[in-house]
């Protein structure tokens, strides 16, 4: 096969579009967060913190204030991806049907599996 109708094949699986739309939502999902920690939690966190706007704080030649605010969104943008997704959605899953009771046994003689139904063995004959 050529290279072209090897790629044609590559993108036409549906893993691919799948992976495809799952960036186009992560990206609009991206940005509602971003807005949320930007919007709400970061004013709530600057209100807390006195001096204002402690994300120009700088430390010699490092700009601490940059780094804590990246760790700072961060966290919260993790918190909401795992109260959205991890704990919403989840609730959302079915359970799991109990396990089916197994329909063989197993001799105690010989170790070997048998019918639930049987009353001897098949292997070495004893009751079962």
Same mark, same amino acid.
């Given at each position: 096969m050529s290279m072209t109708s090897d790629f044609k094949d590559?993108?036409?699986?549906?893993?691919? %579009?799948? @992976?495809? /739309?799952?960036? *186009?939502i992560g990206g609009a999902f991206g940005k509602i967060v971003t807005a949320l920690v930007e919007g709400v939690?970061?004013?709530?966190?600057?209100?807390?913190?006195?001096?204002g706007d402690w994300r120009t704080m700088v430390t010699g030649p490092f700009k601490t204030g940059s780094v804590l605010g990246a760790v700072v969104d961060f966290?919260? %943008?993790? @918190?909401? /991806?795992?109260? *959205?997704f991890v704990k919403g959605l989840g609730s959302l899953k079915k359970k799991e049907?109990?396990?089916?009771?197994?329909?063989?046994?197993?001799?105690?003689?010989?170790?070997?599996?048998?019918?639930?139904?049987?009353?001897r063995c098949k292997h070495c004959t004893s009751q079962v």
């Open positions: 590559f993108i036409a699986k549906g893993n691919v %579009i799948d @992976l495809a /739309v799952a960036v *186009v939690i970061m004013p709530l966190v600057g209100l807390a913190v006195p001096g966290i919260c %943008i993790a @918190l909401v /991806v795992f109260i *959205v049907a109990p396990a089916a009771e197994p329909d063989t046994k197993i001799c105690p003689a010989c170790l070997e599996t048998v019918p639930k139904g049987a009353t």
